[in-house]
């Protein structure tokens, strides 16, 4: 009976002292409204970071159209090199893929994407491969760079440790891993004689077509 009082009052005192803790931490907090000071919400996305947010995810649909010019213009009549055009094809499948996982990391930090402003490719045509694997490693140099850039904001400006850890664990990673494969497949095509496209470039995008050469076994 005595322990079973002692132990009420413990309770109500620890109650008690709980419910103070708890008014510590709401103090200046208006928890109804939903409103925390700027300095304690590290949720929302600071603003330099969300423009440039919305300007990536508009580069990387960019890319993804230029991969789609490339696939369409060596899958052409005109060129005759499904291989390419497949590896494009693929690549453009990928540029998608990045701009649509800026969207879904814009809306996951509670912000709107805006409306798209997207560059259109200004060029529909490459008279051999290397050109277009050229093209390619330097719009691959632009975006690596800029998400570099965005990293650095991240960090200087928005303070933003999530963000840091989405573009390093997302993107960085494999933007190296790509640049390394397109240098290669250049190197490849430059070995075999194919500056000006001919039976080099064709046994190559033979290869690319029957799945004998993929980009990642490079
Ligand atoms: C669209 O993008 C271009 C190039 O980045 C920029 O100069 C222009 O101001 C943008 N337009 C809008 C409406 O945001
Ligand atoms: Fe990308």
Known sequence: MRSILLSSIFLLIFSGSCLAILDAFTD??????????????????????????????????????????????????????PGFSKIFEHHSTEEHEHSNKFIKYIDLRGA??????????????????????????ELEHLVTNEIIRIHRIAEKTCKDVHLMNFLENDF???????????????????????????????????????GKLSLDEL
């Open 172 to 210: 960085i990673e494999e933007q190296i891993s790509s640049i390394n494969k397109l240098m290669k497949l250049a190197t490849l095509l430059r070995s075999v004689g194919c500056n000006d496209g001919g039976y080099g470039e064709y046994l190559i995008d033979r290869d690319f077509f029957n």
């Open 112 to 137: 709107t994407i805006g409306s798209f402003n997207i560059t259109m490719p200004h060029k529909t045509s490459w008279s051999k491969a290397l050109e277009a694997v050229e093209d390619a490693i």
């Open 28 to 81: 200046g907090l208006d928890l109804g409204g939903y409103s925390l000071p700027r300095s304690v919400n590290n949720y929302e996305l600071h603003d330099s970071c969300l423009i440039e947010l919305r300007k990536q995810m508009n580069l990387e649909k960019h890319a993804s159209l230029v991969y789609k010019q490339m696939a369409f213009h060596f899958g052409s009549v005109k060129m005759a090199r």
